[in-house]
């Protein structure tokens, strides 16, 4: 069954208003709504970094929707204390919560004093996260003294069923790597060629696996303000997975950014003022085996973007 979803930056909005926008979501047709974890936005200007796993028990509660998020189970967290949020979570919500695991950055790690590390140890932790977090959602008693030192974890309260956890991939390598664990992946929208070689990537080692994708995109009524409104609110997250992976603070992605040209856009984010290119979109994902596809509008205007969903799109895949 395919999900089209709302995502919830927690970056560019206040809480309270993104618990707003989650309930017109819910409202306006959307079956899925997945969220950010952050501690650290993308810029200094016109940001927020509200958390998220407190965030989830109200969002939760407030609307009857599915829920991804997207988090780092280590270091900022350990993957005990992720285990035993998404187990509360969905000991009280009917296991409405999966999770896409990924290795982290440091804007939002580096807060915890540990030494950032290489991509090949980054990895190595979280699929270790990952085996921990699984161990404890099955009630074990938990001890090991690998990247991740557990001594003796168990949890009292267990999740209603197994949370999934998804893989967060941006290349065919990382989506290799994370198919043999994973339940799923989550990617962001790539030009096809490469998003193609990142799911045959993904499907040789996880045939049945299920596949998420994020969709930047930028509505407005008028394709100059969608182009400037996409400019202004993401053009410090466009500069490519690794660079992303290694600035450390929200002013070093201003600066990175300085020259990132409003044309530039236009290759990672789906600008358009018409309905039909949204429907496009989704029926294009839906072809290529995606079955939760999740549309972040990153500009400010959310009010505007949720009704076009409502009466332009969402009714054409309803009989999803």
């Given at each position: 069954m395919v999900k089209i979803g709302y995502h919830i930056s927690h970056e560019q909005f206040s809480p309270k208003d993104l618990l707003a926008y989650t309930q017109i979501a819910a409202k306006s047709g959307f079956g899925l709504i997945t969220s950010s974890d952050h501690f650290h936005p993308w810029s200094e200007s016109n940001s927020h970094s509200?958390?998220?796993?407190?965030?989830?028990?109200?969002a939760m509660q407030a609307v009857d929707l599915e829920f991804g998020i997207v988090t780092s189970p280590a270091p900022r967290y350990h993957p005990a204390i992720i285990a035993q949020a998404v187990a509360t979570l969905n000991q009280m919500f009917a296991n409405r919560l999966w999770i896409a695991a990924g290795s982290g950055q440091a804007m939002n790690e580096n807060i915890s004093g540990v030494r950032w590390p290489d991509k090949a140890t980054r990895n190595s932790r979280l699929e270790e996260s990952v085996a921990i977090m699984r161990r404890l959602?099955?009630?074990?008693?938990?001890?090991?003294?690998?990247?991740?030192?557990?001594?003796?974890?168990?949890?009292y309260t267990l999740p209603t069923a197994k949370p999934k956890v998804f893989g967060a991939a941006l290349s065919e390598q990382t989506a290799a790597w994370l198919a043999p664990w994973s339940?799923?992946?989550?990617?962001?929208?790539?030009?096809?060629?490469?998003?193609?070689?990142?799911?045959?990537?993904?499907?040789?080692?996880?045939?049945?696996?299920?596949?998420?994708?994020?969709?930047?995109?930028?509505?407005?009524?008028?394709?100059?303000?969608?182009?400037?409104?996409?400019?202004?609110?993401?053009?410090?997250?466009?500069?490519?997975?690794?660079?992303?992976?290694?600035?450390?603070?929200?002013?070093?992605?201003?600066?990175?950014?300085?020259?990132?040209?409003?044309?530039?856009?236009?290759?990672?984010?789906?600008?358009?003022?018409?309905?039909?290119?949204?429907?496009?979109?989704?029926?294009?994902?839906?072809?290529?085996?995606?079955?939760?596809?999740?549309?972040?509008?990153?500009?400010?205007?959310?009010?505007?973007?949720?009704?076009?969903?409502?009466?332009?799109?969402?009714?054409?895949?309803?009989?999803?």
């Open positions: 509200g958390f998220a796993w407190s965030w989830l028990g109200a959602w099955n009630g074990e008693e938990v001890t090991a003294h690998g990247h991740i030192k557990v001594v003796a974890a168990r949890l339940d799923g992946i989550i990617t962001v929208n790539h030009p096809d060629e490469k998003l193609q070689k990142v799911v045959a990537a993904f499907q040789a080692g996880n045939p049945a696996g299920e596949m998420a994708i994020k969709v930047q995109v930028s509505y407005a009524e008028n394709l100059k303000t969608a182009e400037q409104l996409a400019w202004e609110g993401w053009k410090n997250n466009i500069l490519g997975g690794e660079i992303q992976a290694e600035l450390s603070h929200p002013k070093h992605f201003d600066e990175a950014a300085r020259f990132v040209r409003k044309e530039d856009m236009k290759q990672h984010v789906l600008i358009s003022t018409q309905p039909a290119a949204y429907i496009d979109m989704i029926k294009k994902y839906i072809a290529m085996g995606f079955t939760k596809i999740t549309l972040h509008n990153v500009n400010r205007d959310q009010e505007n973007f949720l009704q076009m969903m409502r009466q332009e799109v969402l009714p054409t895949f309803s009989h999803h």
